[in-house]
């Protein structure tokens, strides 16, 4: 390796740092890495947990994004990651170990580590143009990469979806838990570089299928004249449901949500359907074999313009040692 260690470290303290672009569940950014002259230790931020995630499923999932982006930005850098994933019962200790061999950067992870940088979750409405099956087969593909699955949803599913969506949010609107963590994210001060401000948020609207409500103590902006009508609505799963499943259903996620963004697509995940057990069960039934659903998205054509940019924490913050 004609590398040296010390530029080895640079590379690898980059690359955590370019994570930092990475989806979260309320922007928490809840992990942290260890960083040496050998590799990157990706560990769970168990402070950054939200009340509402008892069995830390999207905690996990958020981490597994960090890990495909810090992956991306190694490949990009001609550098080919080897990640060793514990076979963790709990969260503590290193949820994954990143090594890496020299090689020449790929033209497909550049064009995922160009799409970083641009990705956003994008909650307006999306427009009529469908997204073509070609495209969808390249997500589905992106996703299985990863070892998950990704299943497009017919319109049946989506009758089914969004009756579940519909119940998400009556519930949250009533449960004092959920009341006080949303609160807390969506106030958060500047300085904190994270949670979900106003200016990322939309205003309850008819939607095909409703999106989470951020904006019960704060504002939004409008989801716009459009109708999601040519989106594609996904549930990502994977074949069982251990910590390592819900890393690696995260890396998917990254991977298809990268992946959209690089074809010109907006996106957003969508987690709350998930996160009532009874409602996450009916969801079971959307599946055509076995399997257990992890986290949703939508993808589409875009409106005209962007959607604002989530804040993000100093990197030193996540990096051990700073
Ligand atoms: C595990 C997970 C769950 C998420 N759940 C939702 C959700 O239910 N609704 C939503 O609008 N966004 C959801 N998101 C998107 C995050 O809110 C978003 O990634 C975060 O606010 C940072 O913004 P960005 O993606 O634009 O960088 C989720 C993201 C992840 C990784």
Redesign the pocket.
């Known amino acids: 390796m004609n590398i040296t260690g010390l530029q080895l470290r640079g590379a690898l303290i980059e690359a955590a740092r370019d994570a930092l672009?990475a989806?979260?569940?309320?922007?928490t950014q809840p992990w942290i890495w260890r960083t040496s002259t050998e590799s990157l230790q990706l560990f769970a931020d168990e402070h950054r947990r939200l009340a509402t995630d008892p069995d830390g499923r999207?905690l996990m999932?958020?981490c597994g994004?960090a890990l495909h982006h810090a992956c991306v930005a190694l490949s990009a850098n001609g550098l080919i990651p080897d990640v060793q994933r514990r076979r963790a019962e709990t969260i503590n200790g290193p949820l994954a170990v990143v090594t890496v061999r020299e090689a020449a950067a790929h033209d497909t992870q550049l064009n995922l580590y160009r799409a970083m940088a641009r990705?956003?979750?994008d909650?307006r409405a999306f427009t009529a143009e469908p997204v073509s099956s070609a495209t969808v087969s390249t997500l589905i593909a992106a996703a299985e990469q990863h070892g998950a699955h990704l299943q497009p949803l017919t319109a049946d599913h989506l009758t089914v979806l969004r009756q579940v969506a519909g119940e998400a949010a009556v519930r949250q609107a009533t449960e004092p838990a959920y009341q006080e963590e949303l609160l807390r994210w969506t106030n958060r001060p500047a300085e904190a570089g994270d949670g979900?401000p106003a200016v990322?948020a939309v205003t309850a609207s008819e939607r095909r299928v409703p999106?989470?409500d951020?904006t019960y103590f704060s504002s939004g902006y409008s989801a716009g004249p459009e109708h999601d009508v040519g989106a594609v609505y996904g549930l990502l799963f994977t074949d069982a449901d251990t910590l390592t499943d819900r890393l690696r259903a995260?890396e998917a996620?990254s991977a298809v949500l990268l992946t959209a963004t690089a074809a010109g697509l907006g996106s957003?995940?969508?987690?709350?359907v998930i996160e009532f057990p009874d409602l996450r069960a009916k969801l079971l039934r959307l599946i055509s074999g076995p399997g257990q659903p992890q986290?949703l998205v939508r993808v589409g054509h875009p409106p005209p313009g962007r959607?604002a940019?989530?804040p993000r924490r100093p990197a030193a913050q996540m990096l051990d040692p700073p």
């Open positions: 672009a989806p979260s569940v309320f922007n999207q999932i958020s994004c990705r956003r979750t909650r979900v990322t999106v989470r951020f995260g996620l957003s995940p969508f987690s709350d986290i959607p940019q989530s």
